[in-house]
């Protein structure tokens, strides 16, 4: 039987991939650890933004996470990544606001990098894993994954095949179609049921003040909607590119950057599609790609005044002086009542209503409303065991696979798998 190359190869070097070699590399030094990533830069969605959250369940997947579970991995977390934490203030009066109204304001521990940052974060963790003797192979693409009677391991394109004793994968959202060809040609069983739909706000900070009190607040409101990922400082609405279609999403640079005096952050709602049991991704796509087939090749952004007296918004709503601001994302001005289905623009416009009750501004004529915000989670492999094995000597953590929904929670993922391993 021929030797493995490596006793343990990991596919992405995303936060699942270096939560994994962080572990194993501390507990067992001499095992010989690849990382691969098909980017010219390790490491994954550490690179956007790279808000961290502490607090259960937020970026955990419920169904896989008990709160002990992922109280127990956090400090590992904390320990590898060393966040600044940020200070909240008022947070009583806010959540006392919220309450009244049927709305649940979560208190996390929360701390944030920043777009231009992350970047000396990043080197400083494959510094770390370096001097540990983990390899890294950037720019190259793994085409697939296997484990057969000799044991695991991985086709690299253009180059051939590497064996290990151990495999994780950990490809992240944009490895979805990557990772569901490998489950499907290694015959395990997977399940894709769930997405997050929304759009992406973005005003003024005044009418959002808020966010001098707690940097990324957590509003759950009713019908299963949410705040997520809010951006401030010097923020911005981008665009995250998939084939044929663009969706919009936000980050923000960090504190020491002057400011630009715009807030954006997602409200998402929440999708499980059952009986019958349909794909979230296909959902996604078809939702994303009508999206873009109206705002004629892009995402739509309409004014807050214009969706309020039922008109679409122009170009020229863009320049009017009424309007107080320019959007940092300019796509295409239209009407999100053509591309939003019915029951999830009603139950957003609810939340909006009373999160404008709670803290008065968001609802104001300038307030952007961007669309298509969508997140495609997972396809849930059927695991195996609690460390996400998915087969003899393989195993799937990250967004990807649907063990997480950011960061930290990706981070302990990598960190259960190798915990398995061990
Ligand atoms: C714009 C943006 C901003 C975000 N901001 C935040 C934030 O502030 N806070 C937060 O908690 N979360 C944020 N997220 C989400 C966060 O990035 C993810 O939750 C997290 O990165 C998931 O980690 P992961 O390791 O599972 O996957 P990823 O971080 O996506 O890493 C996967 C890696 O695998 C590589 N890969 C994929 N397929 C292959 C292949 N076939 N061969 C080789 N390599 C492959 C990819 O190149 C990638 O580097 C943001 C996401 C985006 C897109």
Not at 38 to 51: A, V
Not at 55 to 76: C, D
Not at 200 to 216: G, K
Not at 290 to 304: D, F, S, T, Y
Request: aromatic residues 8%; proline residues 5%.
């Amino acid at each position: 039987m021929p030797a493995p190359d490596y006793d343990i190869i990991i596919v992405g070097t995303g936060p699942a991939g270096l939560g994994a070699a962080f572990h194993l590399s501390e507990v067992s030094p001499s095992l010989s650890i690849l990382m691969l990533d098909r980017e010219k830069i390790c490491s994954g969605g550490l690179l956007n933004d790279c808000k961290q959250n502490y607090s259960y369940p937020i970026g955990f997947v419920v169904e896989n996470w008990t709160r002990e579970e992922a109280e127990r991995l956090l400090p590992q977390v904390e320990k590898c990544l060393q966040p600044v934490f940020k200070e909240k203030k008022n947070l009583g009066i806010y959540q006392r606001r919220a309450e009244r109204i049927g709305v649940a304001l979560l208190d996390v521990r929360q701390a944030h990098v920043g777009t231009d940052r992350s970047r000396a974060l990043i080197r400083r963790l494959m510094a770390e894993l370096e001097s540990r003797g983990v390899q890294f192979r950037l720019e190259t693409e793994v085409t697939d994954v296997f484990d057969d009677a000799v044991g695991p391991g991985v086709v690299i394109s253009n180059t051939g095949t590497l064996r290990a004793r151990k495999v994780i994968v950990a490809p992240g959202r944009k490895g979805f179609s990557f990772l569901q060809q490998v489950m499907e040609r290694m015959g395990i069983d997977y399940i894709d049921n769930v997405v997050d739909v929304g759009i992406r706000l973005e005003t003024t900070l005044n009418n959002y003040p808020i966010v001098n009190d707690y940097y990324d607040p957590k509003f759950i409101f009713p019908d299963g909607v949410r705040t997520f990922c809010t951006n401030s400082g010097h923020a911005r609405v981008v665009l995250e590119r998939y084939q044929g279609f663009s969706i919009v999403n936000g980050h923000a640079l960090s504190e020491q950057r002057a400011g630009n005096n715009l807030v954006n952050f997602a409200l998402l709602k929440t999708i499980g599609l059952r009986d019958p049991v349909r794909s979230g991704q296909q959902m996604a796509v078809f939702l994303g790609r009508l999206a873009n087939e109206i705002g004629g090749g892009k995402p739509l952004m309409q004014r807050v005044g214009d969706f309020r007296m039922g008109k679409r918004s122009t170009a020229e709503t863009f320049n009017e002086d009424l309007y107080s601001f320019h959007p940092s994302c300019p796509v295409t001005a239209g009407d999100l009542g053509l591309a939003v289905p019915a029951k999830i623009m009603r139950h957003i416009w609810a939340a909006m209503k009373k999160l404008d009750t709670i803290l008065p501004g968001i609802l104001h004529p300038s307030t952007i409303m961007y669309y298509p915000e969508i997140k495609m989670y997972a396809n849930k492999p059927a695991f195996l065991d609690r460390h996400f094995r998915v087969s003899r000597n393989v195993y799937m953590v990250g967004d990807g696979a649907g063990t997480s929904r950011g960061i930290t929670g990706a981070w302990a993922s990598g960190i259960r798998a190798a915990e398995g391993i061990r």
